[in-house]
């Protein structure tokens, strides 16, 4: 057991700078386990891409006379996809490497200072050599480019190492180790502090890869021969060991057979379907019992120095070094020097190793066959030397080096030195020398994957897609990633070449089979050529991964928006039990497009600052819940939206939320935040003007309607041009109306051709008696003026359709109630009664006027009696519920409601003239500032400036309280109006 344990005899000092070494190689080789497990993902990740699908419904519906109009919202659909990211060189890796190297360098070289003379002096050539293979001139230290300051820094070394050996060599290990460790604190402090280059470290850390390799080729060559011989120790060692040789025979043969299948696998030979030897568990191995075995051969080298503890020491730092050295490359992914260190472990394996079987027969096979110990003696050869061992050992791994390309090798080896370059003047943000020296690493390495990953990203950056086609090409020639493979499939698919991207997609899967990132994007590329079954079944298949599981069910519900496949969203969205927001927002696309509630918990205020996950989920939210959104939630919604941290999602959010508020009745704010989006927008300029515009026709001013509209026909937004000649006649703009219905006739759309015929017959008619019922509809709408009554009276008598005859009488009651013929509104309102229609809307619209004729007199009694009847209030006619119930409460004393009720309709809605003016009344009358209701009518003429009602209201407002030049202009306005109307 002392000799298994062998640091337990050491003194306390020894052994904790053994401690100390032991937890570096545990360390270090964590470090390169955890640089192999992660791969390329060291230092590559997935950036999530987003495709986003406008879907457009109805926010609601509307009649403008005959025609019904429809107000368009917008939702979005969100597909994800994954593409690599551009190459975040690991520089924790780097100054892991570093810090360890360094340590144990200083371990060595107190080592080196205990030897004789004669390798006393050899070793410190090689450390010397060491030092200078840093290049510390590249530092620039105080601004000096030559060797003058390394010298000074290597001969502060040089001098306590030749002090301790020569002058003092009773000097304790830990005091030597201490005085270099303090030297190379205070070497480390200079150079941070007074290097002439950016990241100085770093460059020591690219400087410190060649002759790190190098220790750790020499390194694994030592311990190659290892495992076998720890069949020796386990066949042979044994008390009551028998048949020892079989045992070894059938255990070293059934390893040199993997060791062969895993170097053919290598070398791509074979590709079977089987269980290869792992090359770094392999040198893991071969590490840990090569501390043991360099203690068992110890006589071969005692005259150099004792295993204990220097040579201990000595053999754990390499090994450290070694290590890190590989977590260095895997680590950064450098994939020419793994490749180096991957063929030196295989190479050296079997070299070794078969030599060794060789060296084992020629001297133990006589011992092992008569089950004697030949552990014992390993080291003690009788016919074949432990150097003829080596050296043919190193003549079998050079055949390997040979047979393989040794200028293959070497280059590999040049081009991982200039990856790490890259990746230095990339951190140092040099885009055109990283640029170069990836050159120069593809140059070298001619399809490794480091050097042209990097160049592909960059020529993609540059557009140039062929260049970074070929370098994706070379990258995923002999060893792919799925970084490289994705990002060249997801080129492809960029290119409009999707079944050709479906391919590249397949092919990766093949060589990453469950992978969830190649799957979501397969299933993306599926979805982009409508093939259901597959693109849901890659979706399906990729929400088992953890990293691809968000995206591919916001995937499987974009899918679903997309092909309008009828399935309840909220249903979908609890058996994902997800709250994920790019999930959730396609699923209330989904809910809103398919007409579905949506039953599951939505946070929107999770986060004050938005991104396009949340943003989009809020505006799909808005979209969704337009009709069940209390004042509270949207004022909390709008402040949000405002935030000057959220501006890049504001214009298309601002939208939906404009839509929000007019559905809330408040007009002002709606077309408020709608032309402030029209004015702003560069792009959107026709789409915010064309709903602005049919609110505007919806709430009865097409004059209002007609200047946004123009903006709309410029950009030849939608169905502006039939909007817009609509409008037109709806303003009594004769003439430019009739040019309008002309250009429908050139529509491509017959539909509209038709309409636009209509109008024109209407318009141009010079005779009633040719026009069937819908077209004298049509005549009294646009062609008959509030002051012809007579020929209106003699039209509508000939209309046969009730209903058409019941809409022009109605109609007609508006415009002159509007015109202040409250009299002759009555009177038209009177010849409805009776008059059976088919359309029962217009029974209740015939009742919705009463009320407003009664509101408008002041009898609250009859507005009560006729509330009480029954009459049905919708969204759209919620204001003039609050009319009248303001109306009532004042009626009954009521002040604190009926200011409540009279401050919304002072606010919401000039276009609903009664309301504003009832609200003007009251204040003038209940309110201490004088000036109230005066503001009230004046804020409303600004936007509702067509309203004759209004424009009377105000001008007597204005002269009460003095602006008589106001009231003047205000009269000028309504008399135009009433010519007009």
């Excluded at 457009?56 to 107000?71: A, K, M, P, R, Y």
């Excluded at 010397?128 to 390394?150: C, K, Y």
């Amino acid at each position: 057991m002392q000799s298994r344990w062998f640091w337990k005899s050491w003194s306390l000092d020894y052994r904790v700078i053994g401690y100390i070494l032991g937890t570096v190689l545990i360390f270090s080789i964590l470090f390169l386990w955890f640089g192999y497990g992660k791969g390329a993902e060291s230092v590559l990740s997935w950036n999530t891409y987003h495709q986003q699908e406008t879907i457009e419904t109805v926010s609601h519906s509307f009649d403008v006379g005959n025609f019904e109009l429809s107000i368009p919202i917008e939702s979005y659909l969100t597909f994800e996809y994954f593409n690599g990211s551009t190459i975040q060189p690991n520089t924790t890796a780097s100054y892991i490497f570093l810090v360890g190297t360094v340590l144990c360098s200083l371990i060595i070289l107190c080592v080196i200072t205990t030897l004789e003379r004669f390798w006393y002096f050899v070793g410190m050539g090689l450390f010397i050599l060491f030092m200078v293979s840093l290049r510390l001139e590249v530092l620039q230290l105080f601004g000096l480019t030559g060797r003058i300051v390394p010298i000074i820094i290597l001969t502060a070394f040089i001098l306590p190492a030749f002090y301790f050996n020569i002058l003092r060599p009773s000097t304790a290990f830990l005091l030597r180790f201490i005085i270099f460790l303090l030297l190379t604190v205070i070497t480390g402090f200079i150079i941070h502090f007074f290097s002439g280059v950016d990241y100085p470290f770093l460059h020591l850390a690219v400087t410190a890869y060649v002759p790190g390799l190098i220790l750790t080729l020499i390194f694994i060559l030592m311990v190659a021969h290892e495992i076998p011989a720890s069949f020796v120790y386990i066949t042979s060692s044994g008390t009551s060991s028998s048949k020892s040789l079989r045992h070894f025979s059938i255990i070293s043969v059934v390893y040199m057979v993997n060791l062969v299948f895993a170097y053919m696998h290598e070398a791509k030979l074979i590709n079977w379907d089987f269980l290869y030897i792992n090359f770094y568990l392999l040198l893991t191995i071969s590490a840990v019992l090569g501390i043991w075995g360099f203690r068992h051969r110890e006589t071969l080298y005692d005259n150099i120095v004792k295993f204990n503890p220097f040579g201990a020491y000595f053999i754990v730092a390499l090994a450290s070094i070694t290590f890190l050295t590989g977590g260095l490359l895997l680590g950064n992914h450098n994939d020419p020097a793994i490749r180096i260190v991957r063929s030196a472990i295989i190479f050296s394996h079997i070299g070794y190793g078969a030599i060794f079987l060789i060296y084992i027969v020629s001297n133990f096979i006589v011992m092992m066959a008569e089950n004697l110990n030949a552990w014992k003696v390993l080291y003690k050869p009788t016919r074949m030397p432990y150097f003829t061992f080596r050296f043919a050992g190193l003549i079998a791994t050079m055949a390997f080096v040979f047979y393989s390309n040794w200028r293959d090798l070497v280059y590999h080896g040049v081009s991982g030195f200039y990856n790490h370059l890259g990746d230095l003047y990339e951190i140092i943000d040099k885009p055109i020398l990283a640029e170069a020296y990836y050159q120069q690493g593809r140059r070298y390495g001619f399809q490794n994957n480091r050097s042209n990953y990097a160049l592909a990203k960059i020529e993609a950056q540059k557009n140039n897609v062929a260049k970074a086609h070929n370098h994706y090409e070379l990258a995923n020639d002999k060893r792919p990633t799925p970084f490289s493979l994705v990002n060249d499939a997801n080129l492809v698919m960029l290119e409009g070449r999707t079944f050709e991207s479906i391919s590249a997609f397949l092919e990766a899967l093949k060589k990453f089979p469950g992978n969830g990132i190649i799957e979501n994007n397969l299933g993306y590329a599926y979805s982009k050529i409508h093939k259901l079954d597959s693109a849901i079944f890659f979706f399906d298949a990729a929400r088992s991964y953890k990293q691809s599981k968000q995206a591919a069910e916001t995937n499987i519900l974009g899918l679903i928006g997309q092909e309008y496949l009828p399935i309840q969203a909220d249903s979908l969205v609890r058996q994902f039990d997800t709250h994920e927001a790019l999930t959730l927002s396609n699923a209330l696309a989904v809910a809103r497009l398919q007409q579905q509630p949506f039953d599951y918990p939505v946070n929107l205020f999770a986060s004050k600052k938005l991104d396009l996950a949340s943003a989009t989920l809020l505006n799909n939210y808005l979209v969704h819940s337009l009709t069940k959104l209390d004042t509270t939630t949207l004022h909390r919604i709008h402040e949000l939206v405002t935030d000057s941290v959220n501006l890049d999602y504001q214009e298309a959010l601002k939208a939906s939320l404009a839509q929000a508020y007019y559905y809330q009745n408040n007009v002002t704010r709606a077309l408020s935040i709608m032309s402030e989006l029209a004015y702003l927008s560069q792009i959107m300029q026709g789409k915010f003007n064309y709903i602005a515009g049919l609110w505007a026709l919806e709430q009865g001013c097409p004059e209002l309607a007609l200047q946004s509209f123009d903006y709309a026909v410029q950009f030849d937004y939608k169905d502006a041009r039939l909007y817009n000649a609509i409008a037109l006649a709806e303003a009594r703009y004769l003439p430019e109306a009739r040019v309008a219905a002309d250009s429908l006739l050139l529509h491509k759309n017959e539909n509209i051709r038709e309409i636009g015929r209509q109008l024109k017959r209407v318009l141009t008619a010079s005779s009633i008696d040719d026009l069937n019922d819908l077209e004298k509809y049509q005549f009294c709408r646009y062609r008959i003026g509030v002051s012809d009554t007579v020929l209106f009276e003699r039209l509508v008598n000939t209309i046969l359709d009730n209903d058409l005859k019941v809409s022009s009488l109605l109609e007609m009651a508006e415009r002159q109630f509007d015109m202040t013929h409250t009299k002759t509104a009555i009177r038209y309102l009177t010849q409805t009664s009776g008059l059976p229609v088919q359309d029962k809307e217009l029974v209740e619209k015939q009742k919705h006027i009463e009320l407003l004729i009664l509101a408008s007199r002041g009898d609250v009694n009859a507005l009560t009696n006729r509330l009480n009847e029954g009459v049905e209030f919708d969204k759209k006619q919620e204001l003039e519920k609050i009319l009248y119930q303001a109306l009532v409460s004042e009626a009954k004393g009521d002040t604190l409601a009926a200011r409540k009720n009279y401050t919304l309709l002072a606010n919401y809605n000039p276009f609903f003239e009664e309301g504003t003016i009832a609200a003007a009344r009251y204040f003038k009358a209940h309110s201490q500032n004088d000036m109230k209701a005066y503001s009230i009518l004046a804020e409303a003429v600004q936007l509702n400036n067509t309203s004759y009602r209004l424009w009377i209201a105000y001008a007597a407002e204005a002269a009460r309280v003095g602006f008589d030049v106001y009231a003047a202009s205000a009269i000028e306005e309504a008399e135009k109006l009433k010519v007009r109307k």
